[in-house]
């Protein structure tokens, strides 16, 4: 079975400019969750699909939003970039989520580590 | 509602033990444990729930005392492929978010 996968693998963005990260799930997990990991901050919740609809969401800012499409994949996009916003973002696909199904295990992507300039 | 995990990183020989600890200020209802070696995605280690026995995974064996909301994870004979940062993750009842705490940092030298 094919693993999470997530597109592009590195980005170089500029302050003000805005970006579109991409994760495919585990084929048959309808679950998908965003990360934002920066050092020493371990690992912040941005926010979980579930069958196309936004089950969760993370004490982030409305920069940040996404989306998921009927094949489960996901998208993440970070509107009017920050040098703050420079991180690893990973995105982890279980079967049912974690919300409301707490005993599930997440199946992390490689992430995608996000510069801004 | 972030977990704390202590020690922050710890150095080990091989063959040596570890134990790492995740507390909660929130009642727990499950702990889930990863394990992320440098440049890699963090991989699933074992769920613990509320009310459930204590969980292995190879030489790798964890508890989960709900009375003091907190997990341990315990690490014996640890091995070089051991190396990596530990994340405990907690779910709460009443939230339906997994948190994670800010990891713990493993070294096992030869």
């Known amino acids: 079975k094919a693993g999470v996968t997530q597109t592009p693998r590195y980005l170089i963005k500029t302050r003000g400019q805005q970006v579109t990260l991409s994760c495919s799930p585990i084929?048959?997990?309808?679950?998908v969750s965003w990360y934002q990991q920066t050092p020493g901050q371990g690992l912040q919740f941005l926010f979980e699909?579930?069958?196309?609809?936004?089950?969760n969401k993370g004490n982030f800012p409305g920069r940040f939003s996404g989306r998921q499409f009927s094949n489960s994949r996901s998208e993440m996009n970070v509107s009017t970039l920050e040098l703050g916003d420079s991180a690893l973002y990973l995105c982890?696909?279980?079967?049912?989520?974690?919300?409301?199904?707490?005993?599930?295990?997440?199946?992390f992507g490689p992430g995608t580590r996000l510069t801004v300039l | 509602q972030q977990p704390v995990q202590s020690p922050q990183a710890v150095i080990l020989r091989e063959g040596e033990d570890a134990v790492i600890n995740c507390s909660s200020s929130?009642?727990?209802?499950?702990v889930h444990w990863y394990r992320q070696k440098h440049g890699e995605a963090p991989v699933f280690l074992m769920i613990?729930?509320?009310?459930?026995e204590q969980m292995r995974h190879e030489k790798i064996s964890a508890s989960f005392n709900e009375k003091k909301q907190q997990s341990s994870l315990y690490l014996t004979a640890s091995q070089l492929s051991y190396s990596g940062t530990y994340f405990c993750?907690?779910?709460?009842?009443?939230?339906?978010?997994?948190?994670f705490g800010k990891g713990t940092m493993l070294l096992v030298s030869p």
């Open positions: 084929s048959g997990h309808r679950s």
């Open positions: 699909y579930f069958s196309e609809t936004q089950r």
């Open positions: 613990l729930l509320k009310g459930g």
């Open positions: 993750g907690t779910f709460n009842s009443g939230y339906s978010t997994l948190t």
């Open positions: 929130k009642a727990l209802y499950s």
């Open positions: 982890a696909s279980s079967l049912n989520g974690v919300g409301g199904k707490p005993y599930n295990e997440q199946f």
